[in-house]
Nanobody, 116 residues
Framework: QVQLVESGGGLVQAGGSLRLSCAASGITVSIYNMDWYRQAPGKQRELVAT???????NYADSVKDRFTIARDNAKNSVYLQINNLKPEDTAVYYCEARLGRYRDYWGQGTQVTVSS
């Protein structure tokens, strides 16, 4: 069945970097729009990055110039490169797959914790 498995999170000092990975199985990433979103306790879900089927990217203003989303269709995976981490980036990060407007699949998340 379909699985999206996030990895790469961890405990990092402010100013550091992480590369999050999302490995897909049961679907072909190349035909999906792929997103990363995050959620912290007591806060609403926040979409931080998207990449379309055609490779166009968009970012939330709060992460622009620090986050980069990319796909590797050969590996059936999506990545989120995060630079210059800030404490406010602390959250569980999820990837999701969409054929259209609404998400079809999402993973279990990976925890990112940024210390000051």
């Amino acid at each position: 069945q379909v699985q999206l498995v996030e990895s790469g999170g961890g405990l990092v000092q402010a100013g550091g970097s992480l590369r999050l990975s999302c490995a897909a199985s049961g679907i072909t990433v190349s035909i999906y729009n792929m997103d990363w979103y995050r959620q912290a306790p007591g806060k609403q879900r926040e979409l931080v990055a998207t990449i379309s089927k055609g490779g166009d990217t968009n970012y939330a203003d709060s992460v622009k110039d620090r986050f980069t989303i990319a796909r590797d269709n050969a590996k059936n995976s999506v990545y989120l490169q995060i630079n210059n981490l800030k404490p406010e980036d602390t959250a569980v990060y999820y990837c999701e797959a969409r054929l259209g407007r609404y998400r079809d699949y999402w993973g279990q998340g990976t925890q990112v914790t940024v210390s000051s």
